[in-house]
């Protein structure tokens, strides 16, 4: 496999973290039963744009997919211990919330390092990106509260 330099590496993280994201709406769509909120999580997706850079990367794509795939398994199987079989949607959304979050500091990162390097290609993506996550993360912190104002703060476990 070739070896990636610290960009490329994060790229392929936030590859990987848009692919695990669909997995993520996946799950948490299925606990939630408000139309509203279903629709948000529709909204979700930056997979295909990330992809399409990486395959622009010559003698580097097949690694750079490769540690998104990693990237992508290690937050599954994150997703799957914090929303276990007794999950909720405020679980749902309160992962989701701690999920974009991260997606929203690896992007500021890839544009730093982008910015550092001259990648203008890099730079237009997290351009692209970077307000699409916010607004991810935004609508997942606002799904949390809309869901936590649901609850009965004195109701036991």
Same mark, same amino acid.
């Given at each position: 496999? !070739?070896?990636? /330099?610290?960009? $490329? ?5 936030? *590859?990987? &973290?848009?692919?695990? =994201?669909? @997995? ?43 540690? !998104?795939?990693? /990237?992508?398994? $290690? ?5 799957? *211990?914090? &929303?276990?079989?007794? =999950?909720? @949607? ?68």
């Amino acid at each position: 496999m !070739a070896e990636l /330099t610290t960009l $490329e590496e994060k790229l392929a993280e936030v *590859t990987g &973290l848009a692919m695990a =994201a669909q @997995g993520a709406v996946e799950k948490v769509s299925g606990l939630v039963d408000d139309g509203d909120l279903q629709q948000t999580l529709q909204r979700m997706a930056t997979e295909e744009r990330c992809t399409q850079l990486a395959e622009e990367l010559d003698g580097k794509k097949t690694a750079v997919l490769d540690k !998104a795939r990693e /990237t992508k398994q $290690e937050a599954t199987e994150m997703m799957r *211990t914090y &929303l276990g079989s007794d =999950a909720e @949607g405020l679980d749902g959304f309160e992962f989701l919330t701690m999920a974009e979050a991260g997606e929203v500091g690896h992007w500021e990162v890839l544009g730093v390092l982008g910015e550092k390097a001259g990648k203008s290609d890099v730079q237009e993506l997290v351009r692209w990106a970077v307000p699409i996550q916010r607004r991810h993360l935004d609508e997942a912190r606002q799904g949390s509260l809309k869901l936590a104002a649901e609850e009965d703060p004195n109701e036991t476990g």
